[in-house]
């Protein structure tokens, strides 16, 4: 069956802190990891990782793929109050030929000042 | 461009009514996709279509039909609500293709009573 599963739950850190939160997938016939960062209503694209150990990074934001342990982290560096969301890890389904999409529960990330 | 939008924003319903929930793009996407969104559950498919006049169940589609008329539109159906379709409703699209992100819509949160 396949399946997303993200790690801690929740997180709480304070302004500057650096947060790695983490993903491990088995989805059948492998192609893609999609991250998304969701505040409140709409998910937003953060990343979609195809290939191992490649590391994608936008702004203080940066995620990686290791495809050997099925695993992905997101790391967000000198983190600010406004990173505070719900961060989900996704995978295509099937193969992805229809680009069906499995997400893992997400990450609750509070920021405090 | 507006993107994704959904209608209503909210809806309050008593079981056994029906409704349908309106789901627009003006991105010339191909795949297009209806989630429910649950505490706890993450992101579930309902239904998917991958073009005008064509749907497809997705991981939790009882109680629920879709029809997509025209490429930019795909409806989601409730013919008798229920209380276990509480919950906040996505509309995503994509083009298509096996790596293309989905843009998600802002929601439709609905309780039924």
């Known amino acids: 069956e396949d399946k997303v599963v993200q790690s801690p739950l929740s997180l709480v850190v304070h302004e500057g802190d650096t947060v790695t939160l983490n993903c491990s997938y088995e989805?059948?016939?492998?192609?893609?990891l999609l991250w998304y960062k969701q505040e409140k209503k709409a998910p937003t694209f953060l990343f979609m990782l195809?290939?191992?150990?490649i590391e994608k990074k936008s702004g203080r934001l940066s995620s990686i793929l290791d495809k050997k342990e099925l695993f992905s982290i997101l790391n967000i560096t000198a983190t600010q109050t406004g990173d505070s969301a719900v961060y989900l890890c996704?995978?295509?389904?099937?193969?992805?030929?229809?680009?069906?999409?499995?997400f893992g529960t997400g990450t609750l990330l509070a920021v405090q000042p | 461009n507006a993107g994704v939008t959904q209608t209503p924003k909210f809806r309050v319903l008593k079981t056994g009514q029906s409704m349908t929930l309106l789901c627009a793009q003006d991105?010339?996407?191909?795949?297009m996709y209806w989630y429910r969104q649950d505490p706890g559950m993450g992101l579930r498919l309902i239904h998917y279509?991958?073009?005008?006049?064509?749907?497809a169940k997705g991981e939790v589609p009882d109680g629920y039909n879709v029809s997509r008329l025209k490429k930019q539109n795909f409806l989601l159906g409730l013919e008798s609500a229920a209380p276990s379709q509480t919950s906040v409703y996505f509309c995503?699209?994509?083009?298509?293709?096996?790596?293309?992100?989905?843009?998600f819509g802002p929601g439709t949160r609905l309780t039924v009573l």
């Open positions: 995503a699209s994509c083009h298509r293709g096996m790596y293309n992100e989905q843009f």
């Open positions: 989805v059948t016939n492998f192609r893609s």
């Open positions: 996704a995978g295509p389904l099937y193969g992805g030929a229809t680009n069906k999409l499995i």
């Open positions: 279509s991958v073009g005008e006049g064509t749907t």
């Open positions: 195809t290939s191992s150990g």
């Open positions: 991105m010339n996407h191909e795949y």
